[in-house]
């Protein structure tokens, strides 16, 4: 069955830490996304990639980065955490450019409460 | 990025087959038609997807009028466990990261 692993379910972090979020795709995907859910506001785009070590920012990549050092694993950097960056983040893949895929897998997310 | 329309809510009971409508009057000619199910603390998981006509799999039909400014997600025979939100999306497959945005989607709950 293939796979999106999110390496925490839920984590705590303090105000100014810099927090890493890691993912993991095992379908050997070229995109890897990573969004940012809450309520009332649905799933927002942070950034996305389309090959290792591209990166493109999505629609609210301010206080976020990204690494894509490998095609399997996408990493999404908080920089210095804020209260306003708890959320449950949700990292998704989808194979390359094609009509014949079948969308988005998504991982399990992770809940981040920056306190 | 073609925009879409869909209900906040819906109810239904087990048994009962729901229709969700999506609207998407500015679809483009290259554009897809996707939905996806969310539960609770999970992240969302793709249902079924298609171009025109009408499309069926093991878990839902999609219908897509000719004109494809709107298309219906058909459940078949509800039960508890469809209890979820319910997102439509349209875009350009061959550009994932520019072209889908997901909206408040639909939230249905299935009532015993």
């Known amino acids: 069955d293939v796979k999106v692993t999110q390496s925490s379910r839920y984590l705590v972090k303090r105000t100014g830490e810099k927090v890493f979020l890691e993912c993991v795709q095992d379908?050997?995907?070229?995109?890897m996304f990573w969004y940012r859910q809450d309520p009332g506001l649905g799933l927002r785009l942070i950034y996305f990639?389309?090959?290792?070590?591209?990166?493109e920012k999505g629609d609210i990549p301010e206080g976020y980065s990204v690494s894509r050092e490998k095609k399997e694993r996408f990493s999404l950097i908080l920089e210095s955490a804020s209260t306003n960056q708890t959320s449950m983040y949700l990292c998704a893949s989808t194979q390359e450019n094609t009509r014949d895929s079948y969308g988005y897998t998504f991982g399990s997310g992770t809940r981040l409460t920056v306190v | 990025l073609a925009k879409t329309t869909q209900p906040i809510s819906m109810d239904s009971y087990e048994g009962q087959e729901v229709n969700i409508t999506c609207s998407h009057n500015?679809?483009?000619?290259?554009?897809?038609i996707t939905w996806y199910q969310q539960f609770p603390s999970q992240g969302p998981r793709f249902i079924i997807q298609?171009?025109?006509t009408k499309v069926t799999n093991e878990v839902a039909s999609l219908f897509i009028p000719a004109d494809r400014k709107s298309s219906t997600l058909s459940l078949p025979r509800v039960s508890l466990s469809d209890t979820a939100v319910y997102y439509c999306l349209v875009g350009d497959l061959v550009n994932y990261g520019q072209n889908f945005v997901f909206g408040p989607g639909t939230r249905l709950s299935v009532l015993p």
């Open positions: 500015n679809i483009a000619t290259n554009d897809y």
């Open positions: 298609g171009y025109k």
């Open positions: 990639s389309y090959d290792v070590k591209m990166k």
């Open positions: 379908m050997d995907h070229e995109n």
